[in-house]
């Protein structure tokens, strides 16, 4: 038995560890786009916050897809209000190369959930999906 409890003493002192290092880690390089861009929609420049978070992206391609999101966009912050802030939500990292990242947007009426997806193929994370909703499936994780 004493055995056992030194084992556990001794799991609870890595794991303890590993939760001081965590938190001194600088915030990961893909946060940086995402909150720039809510910053642009909180300064009324839907276009803008678009054009610079998809700098180097794929999605940039997409010019119709990207039309309409800005277009749903400014539509949303026109029924819900201007934006007053935001706040991240969840993030998670699939292995070492995609990282998902959830955020709200605060607007006069109600909030509005943001999902960004980034791709890290070598040395850069790259967004290569975003999307958002008023309906909070997005904080669940579907």
Same mark, same amino acid.
């Given at each position: 038995?004493? @055995?056992i409890k030194g084992m556990a003493?001794?799991?609870?002192?890595?794991?303890?560890?590993? =939760?001081?290092?965590?938190?001194?880690?600088? @915030?990961?390089? /893909?946060?940086?786009?995402?909150?720039?861009? =809510?910053?642009? =929609?909180?300064?009324?420049?839907?276009?803008?916050?678009?054009?610079?978070? !998809?700098?180097?992206?794929?999605?940039?391609?997409?010019?119709?897809?990207?039309? !309409?999101?800005?277009?749903?966009?400014t539509t949303a912050l026109k029924? /819900?209000? +201007?934006?007053?802030?935001?706040e991240p939500v969840s993030e998670?990292? #699939?292995?070492?190369?995609? @990282?998902?990242?959830? /955020?709200?947007? +605060?607007?006069?009426?109600?909030? !509005?959930?943001?999902?960004? #997806?980034? #791709?890290?193929?070598?040395?850069?994370?790259? =967004?290569?999906?975003?999307?958002?909703?008023?309906?909070?499936?997005? !904080?669940?994780?579907?």
């Amino acid at each position: 038995m004493k @055995a056992i409890k030194g084992m556990a003493v001794v799991g609870l002192v890595v794991v303890g560890l590993g =939760l001081v290092g965590a938190s001194t880690r600088p @915030a990961p390089a /893909y946060r940086e786009p995402v909150e720039t861009f =809510l910053q642009g =929609l909180a300064g009324g420049d839907v276009e803008k916050a678009f054009v610079k978070l !998809l700098e180097g992206s794929p999605i940039q391609e997409k010019k119709s897809a990207v039309e !309409l999101l800005e277009n749903q966009t400014t539509t949303a912050l026109k029924i /819900y209000g +201007k934006a007053l802030g935001f706040e991240p939500v969840s993030e998670q990292v #699939y292995g070492d190369s995609v @990282a998902r990242v959830v /955020y709200v947007l +605060k607007t006069e009426q109600m909030p !509005l959930a943001w999902e960004f #997806y980034f #791709y890290r193929p070598k040395d850069r994370w790259v =967004l290569i999906n975003v999307r958002f909703n008023d309906e909070f499936d997005i !904080l669940r994780g579907n």
